[in-house]
């Protein structure tokens, strides 16, 4: 297996890179045009990437083209410019922005993505427009369970029963689904959030996409969002490698081994789950998730 130490912050576990650079990410300043983009790991980040992206374009797939979708923002510029080489490195990934990376970029607007949970954001980022979107745990689990297979810098995830353990006790890279879906459930009305979630998406994309571009202050076309659908489903961004990480070094993510863009589908899908262990997930749910009213929708 991979021999991959993480590290602690607040009992959440994190990449070392993550840690090392923690309080330089504590200090970063947000300003309040900045818009972030917050998910659990694997909740369908890349897909709300693509789709805030198109909309910031106007739906013009070259301009969505000039980059990997990790790199396409100005963040880039901060992180350099704090030494940090990688955005990955700190968890915060790049996204799409109208302005070109400026050498002052600090006052460009900043379109990013962080798996934070609630508790552990920086400050400044208070004061900021979030996109949450959420995935159900089942589902998060089954695709984390193949990332962390696929993905070198993340530990061996052991067999699946192995790992049913490590995620409903939270020891993975960003902590515990439960603890990140309630934290930010919870905020959702008191700050600027739009909480989306990945079963919506997936029924009815024009719907939620409409509502991501009015969150953003933008107006477009019917013409353009049925067009930003067709370019971020599924099928569209599995072929495309400014979104399938197919350009990610081997030694990275290994997609002989489980494809970034794996299923894209809704539970009752997968198999992974035997009757017992549904069992039991359903009532650890229950447990951890008393008293939220968070409902993930199912059905398509
Ligand atoms: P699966 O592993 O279940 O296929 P993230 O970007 O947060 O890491 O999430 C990755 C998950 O989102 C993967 O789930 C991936 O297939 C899915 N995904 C990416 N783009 C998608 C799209 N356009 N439509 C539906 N699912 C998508």
């Known amino acids: 297996g991979k021999q991959i130490k993480l590290k602690e912050v607040e009992g959440t576990l994190l990449q070392p890179a993550t840690v090392d650079n923690w309080s330089q990410i504590q200090s970063f300043e947000a300003k309040p045009d900045d818009l972030l ?9 890349t897909w709300i990437q693509e789709i805030v992206d198109m909309i910031e374009q106007n739906g013009d797939v070259e301009k969505c083209q000039r980059a990997i979708i990790q790199h396409r923002h100005p963040f880039i ?5 704090g030494g940090v080489h990688h955005v990955g490195q700190v968890g915060l990934e790049l996204l799409s922005s109208s302005n070109p990376p400026a050498s002052t970029s600090q006052s460009a607007k900043i379109t990013d993505v962080i798996h934070f949970l609630y508790h552990l954001l920086p ?3 208070l004061t900021l427009k979030f996109l949450y979107v959420a995935r159900n745990a089942k589902d998060c689990m089954v695709s984390y369970y193949h990332f962390q297979r696929m993905n070198h810098m993340l530990p061996d995830p052991g067999t699946w029963e192995e790992y049913f353990e490590t995620f409903i006790n939270g020891k993975v890279v960003w902590g515990s689904w439960f ?5 930010w459930w919870e905020m959702k009305d008191r700050y600027q959030i739009l909480f989306l979630f990945y079963e919506d998406i997936k029924r009815d994309p024009k719907h939620e996409i409409r509502k991501v571009m009015q969150f ?30 197919s350009t990610v070094s081997k030694s990275i993510m290994d997609h002989s081994i489980s494809s970034f863009m794996r299923k894209g589908e809704l539970w009752g899908l997968e198999n992974h789950f035997t009757v017992a262990q549904n069992e039991r997930f359903d009532e650890i749910y229950r447990k951890k998730m008393e008293g939220t009213s968070i409902n993930f929708c199912m059905e398509l």
């Not at 510029?77 to 410019?81: D, G, I, L, N, Y």
């Open 77 to 81: 510029e901060w992180a350099r410019r």
């Open 179 to 183: 603890d990140h879906v309630k934290g």
């Open 216 to 245: 953003m202050g933008k107006n477009l076309d019917e013409t353009v969002l049925d067009k930003i659908v067709q370019e971020t489903s599924f099928e569209k961004m599995k072929e495309n490698p400014m979104t399938n990480r």
């Open 123 to 125: 400050t400044s980022f």
């Open 37 to 45: 983009i917050c998910t659990y790991p694997k909740a369908g980040t």
